[in-house]
Every structure is written in C-alpha cells, then in structure tokens.
C-alpha cells in the first residue's frame, strides 16, 4: 500500500488550495479515504472522510470551506480548501482505513501553510 499526498503550499488567509492522494496496492474503490492534520504538540485530527460510495462526512470547523472528493479511476483523493485561516495551518495527511483488518495506511503528509 502507498499513498502520495501533494499539493500543500504557501497560501494568503482567504486563499485555496487541493490536495491530492494518489494510492496505490490496494482496491481503491471500495477503501474508505480520509483526510487528517496535524500541528506540533498536538494530536493528529480528522478533517474530512469519504467512502468508497462517496459518503462524506466534516469536521465541524472546516464544514462549508473544505470538500473532499475521490476519483476511483485515478485511485486519487482530493481535499479542497477554500476560505482558508491562519488556523488551517498544519501538515495534512491522505489515511486508507481497512475496515476488515483494522490496518491503518498513511501518506508522507503535505505542509499547508496560511498567512494572514
């Protein structure tokens, strides 16, 4: 199993950006994706998840600014920032959750970074 995140970069308060996981190993399609972040001394937090049906669900403080979306196709999974905050600063990190075993599966993580 690989997951390759890109697509994190510098951007100005307001601003967007989408992030990209691209996997690899395993059948996609029916692999729930999340998305998660995480800033120094702090734990890793949900942010969006999807199924392989294309359920999704938020947390609460990026519900109406971020979208998650898949592409089973491209065996790829975006995250859509808009409206972004200082707030929104941290590394974001592409998970496959397999619900049979319990295996968790990470990307490298990608740096969003948001100025104000």
């Known amino acids: 199993v690989q997951l390759q995140a890109s697509g994190g970069g510098l951007v100005q308060s307001g601003g967007s950006l989408r992030l990209s996981c691209s996997a690899s190993?395993?059948?996609?399609?029916?692999?729930?994706m999340s998305w998660y972040r995480q800033t120094p001394g702090k734990q890793r937090e949900l942010v969006a998840a999807i199924s392989g049906g294309g359920s999704t669900n938020y947390a609460d403080l990026v519900k109406g600014r971020f979208t998650i979306s898949r592409d089973n196709a491209k065996k790829t999974v975006y995250l859509q920032l808009n409206s972004l905050k200082s707030e929104d600063t941290a590394v974001y990190y592409c998970?496959?959750?397999?619900?049979?075993?319990?295996?968790?599966?990470w990307g490298q993580g990608t740096l969003v970074t948001v100025s104000s």
């Open positions: 998970n496959a959750n397999f619900p049979v075993s319990g295996e968790n599966y």
């Open positions: 190993g395993f059948i996609f399609s029916i692999i729930a």
